[in-house]
């Protein structure tokens, strides 16, 4: 069974720090391009960050570089996305997405992931 469970939300101050995790399972994590995306009330979808798990490649959009940083671990088939900085405009459902043989780069997140998780919500409030 194919799964992508994310976790590791929850309600932080502005300013503080939060790391999501997105454990992997059912499929060749080798094969596959993992992104975050996040979702906030009243607003599409949008792509965060993405890796790609074959060569280690990076991506970030304008609103996550320099405050977020995405890891991952091949053994735990785990990709991690450190949140520091948080803003109240990071509030949003945050979602783990699998593209098979996807690369990471700024397109990226305009592709129909192969798999998506169960999202985890981060509240940024005071």
């Known amino acids: 069974e194919v799964q992508l469970q994310a976790s590791g939300g929850g309600l932080v101050q502005p300013g503080g720090s939060l790391r999501l995790s997105c454990v992997v399972s059912g499929f060749s994590f080798d094969d596959y391009g993992i992104g975050w995306f996040r979702q906030a009330p009243g607003k599409d979808r949008e792509g965060v960050s993405c890796i790609s798990s074959s060569d280690g490649m990076t991506d970030y959009v304008d609103s996550a570089r320099g405050r977020f940083t995405i890891t991952s671990d091949n053994a735990k088939s785990t990709v991690y996305l450190q949140m520091t900085s948080l803003e109240p405009e990071d509030t949003a459902v945050y979602y783990c997405?699998?593209?098979?043989?996807?690369?990471?780069?700024?397109?990226?997140?305009?592709?129909?992931?192969?798999?998506w998780g169960k999202g985890t919500l981060v509240t940024v409030s005071s």
């Open positions: 997405g699998a593209l098979f043989i996807g690369k990471c780069n700024p397109d990226f997140y305009s592709y129909d992931m192969t798999y």
